[in-house]
């Protein structure tokens, strides 16, 4: 039997280097451009669909984790961002926090082109629309 140790193995190198050399923050945003901040035909978690959802265009995207994947016929890299835009309150002293909307995976072939992408929208967010 042979025992494989991929902890020291190349391709966490390569991927490594890969996720580095990589803006993903130009990836999502050219994302959210494309589809003009609108999500189409979304249904949350308690099965409540939405025809059409409007983001704000103030949306700021955090990459959170990054992985690749291997299957029979493709191999792919998947990139999730954390969703988030600024609110400035002015009670007595402007102050800006953030309210999470949700995440979005994107996912991208080996040429780097576009196949799928995850939307998961908070609930709280949504209770606002």
Not at 52 to 63: D, M, Q
């Amino acid at each position: 039997m042979i025992k494989l140790q991929l902890k020291n193995h190349k391709v966490w190198q390569d991927f490594t280097e890969i996720v580095e050399n990589l803006d993903a923050k130009i990836l999502v945003n050219e994302h959210l451009e494309l589809c003009d901040y609108q999500l189409c035909g979304y249904w949350d978690e308690q099965d409540k669909y939405y025809e059409t959802i409007n983001l704000p265009r103030n949306l700021e995207a955090e990459l959170i984790s990054s992985s690749i994947g291997v299957t029979n016929q493709e191999r792919f890299l998947q990139l999730k961002f954390n969703l988030k835009f600024s609110v400035v309150e002015t009670n007595f002293a402007v102050e800006t926090t953030y309210q999470k909307v949700g995440e979005l995976i994107l996912v991208y072939n080996e040429n780097l082109e576009f196949i799928d992408e995850r939307w998961f929208l908070d609930s709280d967010y949504l209770q606002h629309l």
